[in-house]
């Protein structure tokens, strides 16, 4: 399996970190997957899917 750095070079350049997380819903029916960002000052952003991590982070982080 490759490493994430290798699939997506631009994370790497992120003083970020990334979780994966499996949830149990409010209702306890369905297991859910949540993908926590965590930046280096302690704010953290929950998103559905990875590609929504990779928008979340070219959006904010490229070009600064």
Same mark, same amino acid.
């Given at each position: 399996? =490759? ?8 994370? +790497? ?5 990334? #979780? ?9 029916? =369905? ?8 930046? +280096? ?5 929950? #998103? ?9 982070? =070219? ?6």
């Amino acid at each position: 399996m =490759k490493s994430i750095k290798q699939l997506y070079p631009i994370i +790497e350049c992120c003083e970020m970190s990334i #979780f994966l997380e499996r949830r149990i819903s409010k209702h306890g029916d =369905k297991e859910l997957v949540v993908f926590r960002v965590e930046l +280096e000052n302690g704010l953290y952003y929950c #998103f559905s899917s990875f590609d929504c991590v990779v928008d979340f982070i =070219k959006t904010n982080f490229c070009g600064k």
